[in-house]
């Protein structure tokens, strides 16, 4: 039927709201996949709250951020509002001091509406959250209050030119000077670069290997602080992504997160949490492209029937949904057990980030197979979670490391 492809094209310009709408979770309709099964009510409060703010705040304007590359400096103010800017902080320094359970719970949601932006805010986060955890009491009440409203913004700097996966061969250097160290070097791909306030940066204080690494936080307008050109990204365009360099910029001993020597342990604690809540943010996205792809599958016919009706089509829907459960349940449990202190917590997070990255990509990309050439058009909201969830599988540590992690904790066994 020809003369339905324009208007069906024009209807799904809509998708992106349609699809955080249904992600609502109408019980009877997608209850397999329902996100709040198992879930306390203050724990169901938040994740409606959250997907609310995803509905009405994000995913009007999804399309709209990553085509013109905006950063939604204002709308993530008002997420911050609902408690959003400092999740897991303390509160007595403006954090919502929730657990990780209940934090994957809103990012999960918060990614049904735009995937880039929430997973800048997860990255915000992380950072506030190290912060407040290896900070002093001074540091605390001076950087988190503002960052926990987000009139502020983070940016993790760890990942260099030349040091990716081996994140411990770092080379950007902190020469201590009395009271000041005087900072050289640079750092690759992060995340808000150029716009964002506050810098926490892992750098060389001592010798070579993880023990000479410490924690500076660095504020923007520091002399000597730039950045290189803004990158041009196949998805996350609502974050601006640059290089940031460090030439001779002074930075107080009183910037020090925790003691000299400590930035790697402490970089490696915030990347627990961040890989649940990378994870967390590709079940957002999964969970959007089935009801797309259910949506879809409904309304399109071929050959005089819907497609819903193609048994192949059914087959592959159910693999999705599974898929999503299953990355769902992996992701809470690791959260669960990083909440806990457990022992076994680090690499129940690289099994949850592996996993869910994973498996959620090829969620959203067999959504996007469904639409057939509709999913290859930027009207179609699915392409736009396929392009923002591709770098799930390689930052926080890539997946290959995560392969790693799990593999030398099975054979110190």
């Not at 509160?91 to 049904?112: M, N």
């Not at 992380?126 to 912060?131: K, L, P, S, T």
């Not at 259910?294 to 819903?308: C, D, I, N, W």
Request: with cysteine; glycine share 10%.
């Amino acid at each position: 039927n020809r003369g339905a492809a324009p208007a069906m094209a024009v209807a799904w310009r809509a998708a992106p709201r349609l699809a955080a709408r249904l992600a609502l979770g109408r019980r009877g309709i997608a209850s397999c996949i329902d996100p709040s099964v198992g879930l306390t009510e203050d724990q169901k409060e938040f994740q409606k709250v959250a997907l609310d703010f995803a509905t009405k705040e994000m995913a009007p304007y999804m399309a709209e951020w990553d085509e013109k590359e905006i950063f939604p400096v204002e709308t993530m103010r008002k997420a911050a509002q609902l408690g959003f800017g400092g999740i897991y902080v303390k509160p007595d320094v403006g954090g919502s001091g929730l657990s990780r359970l209940d934090t994957s719970i809103i990012f999960e949601a918060l990614s049904t509406g735009c995937t880039s932006t929430t997973a800048y805010m997860s990255i915000h986060n992380m950072c506030a959250w190290m912060i407040d955890t290896f900070g002093n009491e001074e540091q605390r009440r001076r950087f988190c209050p503002s960052l926990c409203s987000m009139e502020k913004f983070a940016s993790y700097c760890l990942t260099e030119p030349g040091s990716g996966s081996d994140a411990a061969s770092l080379l950007t250097s902190a020469q201590r000077k009395g009271d000041t160290y005087v900072l050289n070097g640079s750092k690759a791909f992060i995340s808000g670069g150029g716009d964002t306030d506050v810098y926490v940066v892992m750098c060389r204080t001592g010798g070579p290997g993880p023990k000479g690494i410490s924690c500076l936080v660095l504020e923007k307008g520091t002399p000597g602080l730039s950045f290189g050109k803004k990158e041009r990204k196949v998805g996350w365009n609502s974050q601006p992504t640059r290089a940031v360099i460090f030439e001779d910029c002074v930075v107080p001993v009183g910037n020090r997160l925790g003691a000299e020597g400590q930035g790697f342990s402490i970089a490696m604690q915030g990347l627990n949490g961040g890989r649940i809540n990378i994870a967390s943010c590709s079940l957002g996205a999964a969970h959007a492209s089935v009801l797309l792809a259910r949506e879809h599958l409904t309304v399109r016919k071929q050959f005089g029937e819907p497609l819903a009706n193609n048994q192949y089509l059914q087959f592959g829907l159910a693999e999705m949904a599974t898929r999503l459960v299953a990355a769902r349940l992996m992701v809470r449990n690791a959260a669960w057990a990083l909440q806990e202190g457990r022992e076994d917590a680090a690499v129940l997070c690289s099994m949850a980030k592996l996993f869910a990255t994973d498996e959620c990509f090829l969620i959203c990309n067999q959504a996007l197979q469904m639409h057939g050439g509709y999913g290859y058009l930027k009207d179609y909201a699915v392409q736009q979670f396929v392009r923002d969830i591709r770098v799930h599988q390689i930052l926080e540590g890539t997946n290959e490391v995560m392969r790693m992690i799990v593999a030398r904790n099975l054979l110190q066994g």
